[in-house]
């Protein structure tokens, strides 16, 4: 599977944006789908993660409630609903996907698939 990441933007602290992964292949419902973030001078962190069927859903805690994920199976898309952004949220942002995993799970492994990144800046 191929996937292409896109959405972000310079956003000011507080505001929002969407990101969004659109998977190619087969299958997409079959894979669980993850965001990660990696700011500059910082390792990769995970951010949020979906399972196959959408069911469940599994958040870092420096997101919790402050942003969301969900997918599309019909459209072969993940997206990542940025709320109250802060300057901390500021990285290149990428979506993964793994095969017939948890969200859980995804927080941990290194997913088989990744898309390009896309940045995120938040500032005044």
């Known amino acids: 599977v191929q996937l292409q990441a896109s959405g972000g933007g310079l956003v000011q602290p507080g505001g929002s944006l969407i990101l969004s992964c659109l998977a190619s292949g087969r299958d997409f419902s079959s894979y669980a789908m993850g965001w990660f973030r990696q700011a500059p001078g910082k390792e990769r962190e995970f951010v949020a993660a979906?399972?196959?069927?959408?069911?469940?859903?599994y958040y870092a805690d420096s997101v919790k409630g402050r942003f969301t994920i969900y997918r599309d199976n019909a459209k072969n898309t993940a997206y990542l609903q940025l709320n109250s952004l802060k300057a901390e949220d500021t990285a290149v942002y990428s979506c993964a996907a793994h095969q017939w995993v948890t969200a859980q799970a995804m927080s941990i492994i290194n997913p088989d698939y990744w898309g390009q990144g896309t940045q995120v800046t938040v500032s005044s």
């Open positions: 979906i399972s196959w069927s959408g069911e469940t859903i």
